[in-house]
């Protein structure tokens, strides 16, 4: 096992995804050490992957330097040792032979065990019940809502953590430390919380599709949805979360919850009728905004340049995983479109995703050769900035706004063509 630095730790964590590092990043922010193991072959190989998370990646470099994290490659043949207090493990991305052998290796231990990741309603407890432990925690990554994982991570909006046995989370190192950074918390067993999760997940993508049927009717009602949106955040029965219609959602964590809900449904003989429609709903709503495209050019777009601005799931993210990027290309390039993408942050991830494909092609700037190009598609703006419509207008390039976007006022000031998603406009 490689090291990156000597220092002893008490906490162990092991797991391979994000949310994996912004607990370990969390944890050393909070002044505690943490010894990491993950497939990669090195601490800089690992944290490669989020290099447009300039916190956590700031927050990572200085762990490494200071000493606080030390960086091992997990060997499913050569277990951790067992000289730590707590071990912290992140289930998603661990294949089940690993986490059986894991939970093996740990089962007769007297140490904390913290699980983390999104399974199946019941899992956690199961896993719970193999372990000779009494002090079993679970922390659902609920309170993500913020560009960087890291910045969500240091101070929970929502801390969920459920007790393998009552009023033990505090006496947890990790749990105390995340207890301590938070004003909104709430400790219960482990399957309310397991079921409080997957509660709170589907129904924020129920809602998301749901608004997004919504903004198909006001388009045909030439409503705009941005007005409707801000008044419907006036009614605190609602919530002011998830009301923002768009091409729908992505990331990993949303779909995955969709689908252990349908499965575990299914397998009680239960109806699953209500997922199959918001997934339904979703993925089509990914193809919505080539539609408009392709009627605003009457189904000629073959050999059209479009220039796609945005390709990360959500603003501010290069991680394009459940991204309508990965809709609409194959759909641009079926008909023999010719495209050009603008997203620094998310460049990398979609090269490696299609193998630097050679219809693929990447600017370094959103306005770069817009006179040759017949449309934009937003899929995302991660800028500091808004976009500037004057250099828009220069040769009146359409805009097929898939994110909403441009406000009222730009839409306004556009010389060229305009569509959202429930614009009521195009």
């Known amino acids: 096992m490689k090291k990156t630095s000597t220092q002893a730790s008490s906490i162990c964590i092991i797991g391979n995804n994000a949310k994996a590092v912004a607990g370990a990043m969390a944890l050393t922010y909070f002044g505690l050490s943490v010894t990491f193991y993950a497939l990669s072959k090195s601490a800089d190989e690992h944290v ?64 904390d065990v913290c699980l983390s990741g999104i399974v199946q309603i019941g899992r956690i407890e199961s896993i719970a019940e193999q372990l000779t432990s009494e002090n079993v925690f679970y922390i659902p990554f609920v309170f993500l809502n913020d560009a960087s994982i890291f910045l969500s991570t240091i101070k929970p909006r929502l801390l969920l953590m459920g007790e393998k046995t009552e009023k033990t989370a505090k006496d947890n190192v990790v749990c105390r430390a995340f207890l301590e950074h938070t004003d909104n918390y709430c400790l219960h067993n482990l399957k309310t919380i397991e079921f409080t999760r997957s509660c709170m997940m589907n129904l924020m993508a129920s809602k998301l599709s749901l608004i997004n049927e919504l903004a198909r009717l006001a388009d045909h009602c030439s409503v705009d949805m941005l007005e409707v949106e801000s008044l419907l955040k006036l009614d605190n029965r609602l919530g002011v979360g998830f009301l923002k219609a768009g091409w729908g959602y992505g990331g990993s964590t949303l779909p995955k919850e969709n689908e252990i809900l349908k ?155 305009y569509t959202g998603i429930g614009r009521g406009i195009g």
């Not at 990572?60 to 330097?65: A, E, F, G, R």
């Not at 960086?71 to 986490?99: E, G, K």
């Not at 390039?333 to 620094?344: K, R």
């Not at 934009?376 to 097929?400: A, H, M, Q």
Request: aromatic share 12%; glycine share 4%.
């Open 263 to 417: 499965k575990h449904l299914l397998d009680l003989k239960l109806s699953a009728n209500i997922v199959d429609e918001v997934v339904y709903i979703n993925n089509d709503q990914k193809e919505l905004i080539f539609r408009k495209l392709w009627q605003h050019f009457d189904s000629h777009i073959a050999s059209k340049s479009i220039m796609i601005w945005g390709a990360g799931y959500k603003e501010g993210t290069g991680r394009t995983k459940g991204s309508a990027i990965h809709s609409v290309l194959p759909l641009l390039w079926g008909h023999n479109a010719i495209t050009t993408v603008y997203d620094p942050l998310a460049k990398n991830e979609l090269s490696e995703e299609y193998n630097s494909d050679e219809r693929l092609k990447f600017t370094d700037s959103p306005y770069d050769n817009l006179e040759h190009i017949d449309a934009i598609i937003i899929i995302n703006w991660s800028e500091g900035y808004r976009p500037d419509i004057s250099l828009i207008n220069k040769n009146k390039t359409p805009v097929f706004d898939a994110r909403n976007i441009l406000s009222r006022v730009e839409i306004q000031e556009l010389e060229g063509y």
């Open 48 to 111: 490669r992957r989020y290099q447009f998370d300039k916190t956590l990646c700031n927050q990572w470099q200085k762990s490494l330097d200071d000493g606080s994290l030390i960086y091992c490659t997990f060997d499913q043949a050569v277990p951790p040792p067992i000289n730590f207090d707590t071990y912290w493990l992140f289930l998603d991305q661990m294949t089940d032979d690993v986490q059986q052998t894991v939970l093996d290796y740990l089962k007769y231990q007297s140490c």
